[in-house]
C-alpha cells in the first residue's frame, strides 16, 4: 500500500471534522466530493449557503453530506469574537476588529472553529497565500506548549525510489520562516524528525543542509548550519542527522562517502532541511515540476491543532490528500 492510500485508510478509522474555508475555488469543492466519498473526513464549508451550492452546482461537485457554515448566521458568534478578543488583548484588538474578522475571514472563523472544538482541523491555502493561513493559525490556534517555532515539511513522494526511504523524502522549511536563525533551524530539524516518524512512519535521517560539506566552505551562512547542528548535539536529540551537507552529499551514496566519510546520514538522508526559506520552497517546487515527485503539504509543525497549507497550484488531489494526512495529525 502506498504513502496516502494508507494515511487514508488511517483517516477512515477516525472520521475527524475538518474545515475546509475556501469554497470559492472550485478545486475545494471538488475535493471536498472526494472526501465525503472516500469517507476520509467529515467536511465543513464555510460561506453563505446559497452561493457554494450554487457554486458546486456549477462546477458538477456533488457536496452533500458536508456541513455548510455561514459565519453571519451562526449561533455561537459571540462566543468566538469574545475567544478572539482576550487572544488578542495584548494587540488592543477591539471587539469591533474581532467582529469584523470573525464574520468576513473564514480562514480565523475556521481556525476558531478548530480551537474551540467544533472542528478537529482545518485545510485552506488553495486560494490564498501561505501567510493568510498562517498568521490565522498562528494567532488563533498558537503554538503547541513548549515549542516555539511554527514550520513546515512536504513530504516529497519521488518517481523512481532512488532517494530517501523508497522514495519518500521530506524538506523543510518549504513555507514558513524566512530566515531561521541557527536555534530555529534546530527546531525545524526536530519537529520534522517528528513528522516523519509519526506521519510517514521513517526513522529520522536528517541532513542539515549547505553549499558546503563539513567545512569545505567558509561563510557566515555556514557558520549558521554548524551552530544549528551543535545546538542538537547539546539537545542530545533521539534521531540521527548531520551537516552541514551539501545536497549531492546527503542524497548520493558515493558522493556522501567521498565528502563526509563515516556519516550516518551522507548519502542516506530521509530529511532535508533547507537554511532558509528561498532555498527549502525553489526547492521544492523545482523537485516536484522537474522530477515529477508529488509534493504532500506544506505540512505545518509545531501549532496545538492541526492547521495545514496548501500551495495555490494545487490540484484537487493534493486538497483531498492533505485533508486525510490532516486527520491523522489529530490526538
Ligand atoms: C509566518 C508569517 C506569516 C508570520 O508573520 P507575522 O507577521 O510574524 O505573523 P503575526 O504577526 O500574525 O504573528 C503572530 C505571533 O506569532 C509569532 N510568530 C510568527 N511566526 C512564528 C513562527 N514561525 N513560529 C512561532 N511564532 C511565530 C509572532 O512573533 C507573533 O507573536 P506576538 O503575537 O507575540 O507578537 C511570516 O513569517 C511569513 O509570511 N512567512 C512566509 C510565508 C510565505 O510567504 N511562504 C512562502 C510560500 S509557501
Ligand atoms: C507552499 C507554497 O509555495 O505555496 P504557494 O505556491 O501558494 O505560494
Not at 312 to 321: L, M, P, Q, T, Y
Request: net charge negative; charged share 25%.
Amino acid at each position: 500500500m502506498g504513502l496516502i492510500e494508507s494515511i487514508k485508510e488511517k483517516a477512515k478509522l477516525q472520521l475527524r471534522t475538518i474545515v475546509l474555508p475556501e469554497p470559492e475555488d472550485e478545486r475545494v469543492l471538488k475535493a471536498a466530493q472526494q472526501v465525503i466519498e472516500e469517507k476520509t473526513a467529515k467536511v465543513v464549508l464555510i460561506g453563505n449557503v446559497e452561493t457554494i451550492k450554487a457554486d458546486a452546482a456549477k462546477c458538477g461537485a456533488n457536496i452533500e453530506g458536508a456541513t455548510i457554515v455561514d459565519p453571519k448566521n451562526f449561533d455561537n458568534i459571540n462566543r468566538y469574537i469574545d475567544e478572539l478578543v482576550e487572544l488578542r488583548k495584548s494587540k488592543n484588538l477591539s471587539r469591533e476588529e474581532a467582529t469584523e474578522i470573525m464574520l468576513n475571514e473564514p480562514r480565523f472563523f475556521g481556525c476558531m472553529m478548530v480551537r474551540l472544538g467544533d472542528a478537529d482541523g482545518l485545510v485552506a491555502g488553495s486560494n490564498s497565500p501561505t501567510a493568510d493561513v498562517l498568521k490565522a493559525a498562528i494567532q488563533v490556534i498558537k503554538t503547541a506548549p513548549g515549542i516555539n517555532t511554527v514550520s513546515s515539511t512536504f513530504i516529497m513522494e519521488t518517481a523512481d525510489g532512488k532517494f530517501g526511504d523508497n522514495g519518500l523524502i521530506l524538506f523543510a522549511d518549504c513555507a514558513v520562516i524566512p530566515e531561521p536563525n541557527a536555534e530555529q533551524l534546530a527546531d525545524i530539524a526536530c519537529a520534522t524528525a517528528a513528522t516523519a516518524a509519526s506521519v510517514v512512519g521513517l526513522d529520522p535521517r536528517v541532513a542539515m543542509l549547505s553549499f558546503s560539506t563539513k567545512g569545505s566552505a567558509s561563510h557566515p551562512l555556514v557558520d549558521k548550519v554548524q551552530y544549528a547542528c551543535d545546538i542538537l548535539t547539546e539537545r542530545n536529540v533521539n534521531f540521527s542527522f548531520d551537516g552541514e551537507l551539501q545536497a549531492d552529499a546527503a542524497i548520493i551514496e558515493s558522493i556522501g562517502a567521498k565528502k563526509a566519510p563515516g556519516s550516518k546520514v551522507a548519502g542516506k538522508a530521509n530529511i532535508l532541511v533547507f537554511p532558509d526559506l528561498q532555498s527549502g520552497n525553489i526547492g521544492y517546487k523545482l523537485v516536484q515540476r522537474f522530477a515529477g515527485a508529488e509534493a504532500h503539504g506544506p505540512i505545518v509543525q509545531g501549532l496545538n491543532q492541526p492547521v495545514n497549507d496548501l500551495s495555490r497550484g494545487c490540484s484537487v488531489e493534493d486538497i483531498a490528500n492533505l485533508v486525510a494526512i490532516t486527520a491523522t495529525q489529530i490526538k
